[in-house]
């Protein structure tokens, strides 16, 4: 009966960072550079108040929208971090993780036949989504624009189906951002159009020189505009399942429902621990991002080194080098890395067509594994 299940369903494929770091467990001596975790531990502080939660018996369920202490707590943290000002009471969602924000945001704005643009190379957990939709991806090439849309790039793509533009910076897989100019021009270019802005913001925490700029604090763009943060990477609480989504409340009283009939809340233990992260922790990111800006110069002047075509990234934890002179593909060249080196990245096809020629390395993990893999890196190309 398999051919009644839905045909959307079907032809969805399961992500390439995921099918490619599930073979990995087949090489249990291999160092692993595919997984977006931070390798440090989520803050004492914050597991001290989820262990609260569940001493005093906080675990039933929460309002749908999320606690309302919560939703207050993230939006002082926006107000404060990024001048973003949302109304706890009916501006502002508690999810799932951003995963799930993706997820809402896309089925409450999304209808047959629409068409959605973003970046290629881009994140892998948008396409699904849209198509389960019946909406249609549309993607721009920034692989010669160092992998940042522009409004001329996006003017040009623009048709009478486009119902919204995704903009997912700091980028996962290139480490990229907008620049504030820009952004403005992105935002002059959408201001007078009746599509929706979906900005994921999920990076904002890591940003190596200045400090995030979001299209949503331009007033003119604010009442399009959907916000996705979460907790994932600025407090490394992955497993915790923390998202938000912050958008105007015309928008987030339909979307609550699709998020109340997919989930109900975000779970009430997770919540109360988030409530420490965002009010007692606002700058535990701080420790994080200087290892992890360590880290990049470390890996970045290496693959410089090993003569890698690459942009330096501005925030995330990822690299994205190309590797078009060696004359493999992207998996092939990824493949045979953790065969013969026992080293694993991801192929860079895994974020659309437009990462063929390149692979990505998550440098969230310790300076020793790091130099380590390197190392094994540096053996494998000189006999390409």
Not at 163 to 177: A, D, E, K
Request: glycine share 6%.
């Amino acid at each position: 009966m398999e051919h009644l299940i839905n045909r959307r369903v079907r032809d969805i494929q399961v992500s390439g960072i995921r099918r490619f770091s599930n073979m990995v467990a087949q090489y249990p001596d291999a160092i692993s550079l595919t997984i977006g975790q931070p390798d440090f531990p989520t803050p004492e502080h914050v597991k001290d108040a989820g262990k609260r939660a569940i001493s005093e018996n906080k675990t039933t369920y929460t309002p749908n929208a999320g606690l309302l202490e919560l939703r207050k707590a993230a939006s002082h943290f926006l107000e404060s971090k990024y001048q973003l000002s949302y109304n706890p009471d009916d501006e502002i969602i508690v999810t799932n993780g951003a995963s799930e924000a993706i997820d809402v945001t896309l089925r409450t704005i999304l209808e047959e036949g629409c068409e959605v643009i973003l970046p290629g190379p881009v994140y892998p957990g948008y396409e699904p989504i849209i198509k389960l939709c019946g909406a249609v991806p549309v993607y721009i090439d920034t692989t010669n624009n160092g992998f940042r849309m522009s409004a001329e790039m996006i003017r040009a793509n623009i048709t009478e189906k486009t119902r919204c533009i995704i903009l997912p910076y700091p980028s996962n897989p290139t480490g990229c951002t907008l620049d504030e100019k820009s952004i403005q021009e992105i935002a002059e270019l959408l201001a007078d159009k009746e599509i929706f802005i979906l900005s994921d913001e999920i990076y904002s925490e890591l940003i190596y020189d200045g400090t995030h700029r979001s299209i949503a604090a331009i007033p003119s763009v604010r009442n399009q505009t959907i916000v996705i943060n979460g907790l994932s990477k600025s407090h490394s609480m992955t497993g915790w399942r923390i998202g938000f989504t912050f958008a105007p409340a015309y928008i987030t009283q339909q979307m609550v429902k699709v998020h109340q009939y997919n989930v109900s809340c975000a779970s009430s233990i997770s919540q109360y621990a988030a409530i420490e992260a965002l009010t007692h922790g606002l700058d535990d990111a701080e420790v994080m991002k200087r290892e992890y800006r360590k880290r990049r110069d470390f890996t970045y002047d290496r693959l410089v080194d090993l003569g890698f075509e690459i942009i330096k990234p501005e925030g995330a934890f990822y690299l994205f080098p190309s590797i078009k002179k060696f004359n493999l593909s992207s998996f092939e060249f990824a493949t045979k890395l953790l065969e013969k080196e026992r080293v694993a990245v991801v192929p860079g096809d895994a974020f659309s067509r437009y990462g063929e020629g390149y692979i990505r390395i998550s440098y969230a993990y310790s300076m020793e594994t790091l130099e380590c893999a390197l190392d094994r890196l540096e053996r494998f190309v000189r006999t390409l």
